[in-house]
């Protein structure tokens, strides 16, 4: 919006904003993490959690975890406090490169930006369904096989702000429905021995991208997605996000039965 209308886009201000958001809580749980991982684990698995920290600190802890040979949803997935945060970093690298991109396409190619967009959407698509074939680890941990799931939400920013939202049609009531049954499929068939992201998260991605699109105030989904209690976990979602898998997994080795593996 502010490169589209008010034509002063920041990247300082913009990197501002996300580390405004994203470091602090970020910083505290790895800090309230390091007591409980120097009296739970042996040396060279507290060295493993440090390395992990530092790399989470400086989001690139889906490649640390990559090269370490760690299967997300493995045995030893479990193990490891820090491992979700690997979508994180993900995330991070895309805050870190987009806007660069997004500022030479609004220079030079501001009438084909959706297409541009589009176009990259495919070939990270295709990256993705071919890497999750012969490549599944870095395919599930690298940026350029995520990277079209977050440009579907670039999309959908992007025709908002130049073309607004046609929500009006009798049938657009329908796709929120239809998204929350997509997703629910994902959730329901989906194991952990199917190939991801590939052809196979199309599915909770469309679901999403038609929640998000069609939502509007006279739907029945829009308006349970906007109750007091969704809005409050959508507010609490980031730390949520953090503390979750921590605990868990400190829980789960202090528990005992995973003492082999430290």
Known sequence: REIFFNKDFSIIRFYIRRVRRII??????ILLCIPFAYFIFLPSS????????????GFVSNYYFHHTGLIYGGPDSSLKPLLHTWSLSVEEQFYIIFPFFLIIFFRFFKNHILK??????LISFFLAEWGSRDHASASFYFIHTRLWELLAGV????????????????????????????????????????????LYTLVP?????????????NEIL???LSTKIFVGIGLISYPLYLWHYPIFSFVLIHGGGVNKFL
Do not use: C
């Open 46 to 57: 507290l060295i493993d959690f440090l390395k992990s920290a530092l790399s989470s600190l």
């Open 24 to 29: 602090p809580v970020l910083f505290i749980v």
């Open 116 to 121: 541009i967009i589009f176009i990259l959407i």
């Open 155 to 198: 999309i959908l920013a992007n025709l908002e702000i130049q073309y607004g939202r046609e929500t009006r049609q009798s049938w657009a009531k329908f796709f929120p429905s239809i998204g929350i049954i997509l997703i629910a499929i994902s959730l329901i068939f989906y194991d952990d021995k199917m190939r991801h992201p590939s």
């Open 205 to 217: 991605i469309i679901g999403v991208v038609l929640i998000i699109w069609y939502s509007n105030k």
């Open 222 to 224: 829009t308006k349970l």
